[in-house]
């Protein structure tokens, strides 16, 4: 009898992008804030939330995307789904928000808590 091991597929690492970075190229991507909407209060220009601004549906596949959320964590588990439905261009912003005002950047108030 033989044992059959399964090949574990590679987890490729997610783009993160410094803050500096990410702003340069803002306008070529679409940035979405992936923020708990009971608690966000910020957000950067334009961005937009999933669900409530735009749905999964509406982008494509190939569309670049900036993820954020307040510290990174919340972003990277959004990223690592996208990548799994089969988007292609994906990065977070490397310490989310709290990352892009440390480095001087605008940040947007929301209405938020909601």
Same mark, same amino acid.
Request: with cysteine.
């Given at each position: 009898? #033989?044992?059959?091991?399964?090949? =574990?597929?590679?987890?490729?690492?997610?783009?993160? %992008?410094?803050?500096?970075?990410?702003?340069?190229?803002?306008?070529?991507?679409?940035?979405?804030?992936?923020? &708990? *909407? =009971?608690?966000?209060?910020?957000?950067?220009?334009? +961005?937009?939330?999933? &669900?409530?601004?735009?749905?999964?549906?509406?982008?494509?596949?190939?569309? *670049?995307?900036?993820? #954020?959320?307040?510290?990174?964590?919340?972003?990277?588990?959004?990223?690592?789904?996208?990548? &799994?439905?089969?988007?292609? &261009?994906?990065?977070?912003? =490397?310490?989310?928000?709290?990352?892009?005002?440390? +480095?001087?950047? #605008? %940040?947007?108030? #929301?209405?938020?808590?909601?």
């Amino acid at each position: 009898m #033989t044992a059959r091991f399964r090949k =574990k597929k590679r987890i490729k690492p997610i783009l993160q %992008l410094a803050p500096g970075e990410a702003k340069r190229e803002l306008e070529k991507q679409l940035v979405i804030d992936v923020q &708990n *909407p =009971k608690f966000a209060t910020h957000m950067i220009p334009d +961005a937009k939330r999933l &669900n409530l601004d735009i749905s999964i549906r509406d982008i494509p596949k190939d569309q *670049p995307i900036l993820i #954020t959320c307040l510290n990174g964590q919340r972003s990277s588990m959004a990223a690592r789904q996208l990548i &799994n439905r089969g988007y292609l &261009n994906i990065c977070v912003l =490397k310490g989310g928000l709290a990352a892009w005002q440390s +480095a001087g950047h #605008t %940040l947007w108030r #929301t209405k938020a808590p909601i």
